[in-house]
Nanobody
Framework: QVQLVESGGGLVQAGGSLRLSCAGS????????MAWFRQAPGKEREFVAR????????GYAHSVKGRFAISRNNAENTVYLQMNSLKPEDTAVYYC??????????????WGQGTQVTVSS
């Protein structure tokens, strides 16, 4: 069982940066791939970024590639999402998830409660 708690969301102007954190509990945190998804009002949840259990592999949605960076610290049971050059269309609730190294929400067994990111134009 893994419990996940996101933090770091907020309001930022377009072009700004935010760093999201996801703190995990449980001895098996480091055995899971981790991912960030987001959901904007009226839209489906979409994949943003993923990282393998070791941190050696990462993957990004086309819309964020080159602007966002995912990383993890297994010693601290934490995964991060550094978001740069933010755009209004990045506005959404951001969720972290633990599971298999996939781009599909169905591949993840554990989810956080989400943190709101709002980018003003």
């Amino acid at each position: 069982q893994v419990q996940l708690v996101e933090s770091g969301g907020g309001l930022v102007q377009a072009g700004g940066s935010l760093r999201l954190s996801c703190a995990g509990s449980g001895r098996t945190f480091s055995s899971y791939a981790m991912a960030w998804f987001r959901q904007a009002p009226g839209k489906e949840r979409e994949f943003v970024a993923r990282i393998s259990w070791s941190g050696d592999l990462t993957g990004y949605a086309h819309s964020v590639k080159g602007r966002f960076a995912i990383s993890r610290n297994n010693a601290e049971n934490t995964v991060y999402l550094q978001m740069n050059s933010l755009k209004p269309e990045d506005t959404a609730v951001y969720y972290c998830a633990a599971g298999r190294y996939m781009e599909y929400a169905g591949g993840y067994d554990y989810w956080g409660q989400g943190t709101q990111v709002t980018v003003s134009s």
